[in-house]
């Protein structure tokens, strides 16, 4: 990390922060830390900036979507404040290139690692939030989440696969599907690769964050399948 890529990326997510140190906390990855005694990680203010994420989009969606029941806000808050909108919400922003890690992980493509890319949005979520207050983490995580926000909106169930997979299998099958998960790495930072069956035939595969994260990336890969089959088998009769 260099000090110019951490001015850089305060630029693409529009803030100007009051006490910097701040950022470069939320940019501070575990891995430095070990090979730098005594600098903290972004570990606390990843804590704070999850608990203001949650927060900003159930109030916005509260206040916005007047009409829509508690079950489809809680889905359409789950789609947006999922490690996989926040990673690609790091990506868009280039937040890998300000982190700073150690040795290790920046060879093994640390960067561009989406556990650590989340991480590190919150991160800078709570930066933000410590730096200026509610108001200004809120608008920085709506201009993060515009476009996802918009699509868990119009389809609040479109991120569920499991859902949408098990509706589909048994339209097709008559049965419901099965998942096997296997995890691997440190506790601290481990990997679940899920595989989703349907008749005992595997039918997809996902990796995430935790187990549920790795079955819904694993439900989308078969859905899409599926979906596939059932249109064409429509399309023949």
């Known amino acids: 990390m260099t000090e110019g890529a951490v001015q850089a990326l305060a630029s693409r997510i529009g803030h100007v922060f009051t006490h910097p140190q701040l950022l470069d906390e939320a940019l501070t990855h575990r891995s430095w830390c070990a090979e ?75 960067r561009a690692k989406r556990s650590i890319l989340a991480d ?46 098990q509706e589909a299998s048994a339209q097709r099958y008559g049965q419901v599907p099965r998942y096997d998960v296997s995890g691997t790495g440190p506790d601290h930072e481990r990997t679940f690769t899920a595989i989703v069956r349907i008749s005992g035939e595997e039918r997809g595969r996902g990796v995430g964050r935790t187990k549920k994260e790795a079955e819904q990336a694993a439900a989308e890969e078969a859905f899409r399948t599926l979906r596939s089959e059932l249109h064409n088998e429509a399309a023949d009769a």
């Open 36 to 110: 730098h005694p005594g600098v903290a990680s972004n570990e606390r203010l990843e804590f704070l900036g999850d608990a203001v994420l949650g927060l900003v989009i159930a109030d916005h969606l509260f206040q916005v979507e007047g009409a829509m029941p508690e079950g489809e806000l809680a889905m359409a808050r789950a789609a947006v404040v999922s490690s996989e909108a926040l990673a690609q919400a790091a990506t868009r922003f280039e937040l890998g290139e300000a982190l700073r890690l150690g040795k290790g992980e920046d060879a093994t493509g640390g």
């Open 120 to 165: 590190a949005m919150e991160a800078v979520i709570g930066a933000v939030y410590l730096d200026a207050g509610l108001e200004a983490a809120g608008q920085l995580v709506l201009r993060l989440v515009a476009d996802r926000l918009a699509g868990a909106v119009a389809d609040p169930g479109e991120t569920d696969h499991k859902t949408r997979l």
